[in-house]
């Protein structure tokens, strides 16, 4: 059974970085283009970036020049680098393939970023 777990969150002031890690159990992602997405109160879930198996990236607009994903095969893992954090980012992130069929959603990690 395939399992997500995404983990690094917490909460940061305003210009701060945060390192997310997630981790895919049960299941081989090397040939998968992985992605990270987020949800904020109130709000749908929202690509954040996406990062192929070749290690070939993109990200929205929002964090174009301030977030970095990247992934490490051999873990099975994926990482958000993210530099410069506005408030507006704030939201629960979460990691999973970046097309359909898509795992099963993890809990996700909360980044609060708040003064």
């Known amino acids: 059974q395939v399992q997500v777990v995404e983990s690094g969150g917490g909460l940061v002031q305003p210009g701060g970085s945060l390192t997310l890690s997630c981790t895919v159990s049960?299941?081989?992602?090397?040939?998968?283009?992985m992605a990270w997405f987020r949800q904020a109160p109130g709000n749908i879930r929202e690509f954040v970036a996406a990062?192929?198996?070749?290690?070939?990236?993109n990200s929205a607009d929002s964090v174009k020049g301030r977030f970095t994903i990247s992934r490490d095969n051999a873990k099975n893992s994926l990482y958000l680098q993210m530099d410069n954090l506005k408030p507006e980012d704030t939201a629960v992130y979460y990691c999973?393939?970046?097309?359909?069929?898509?795992?099963?959603w993890g809990q996700g990690t909360l980044v609060t970023v708040s003064s």
């Open positions: 999973n393939r970046r097309l359909a069929p898509l795992y099963p």
């Open positions: 049960g299941s081989s992602f090397t040939s998968d283009t």
């Open positions: 990062i192929t198996s070749g290690s070939k990236a």
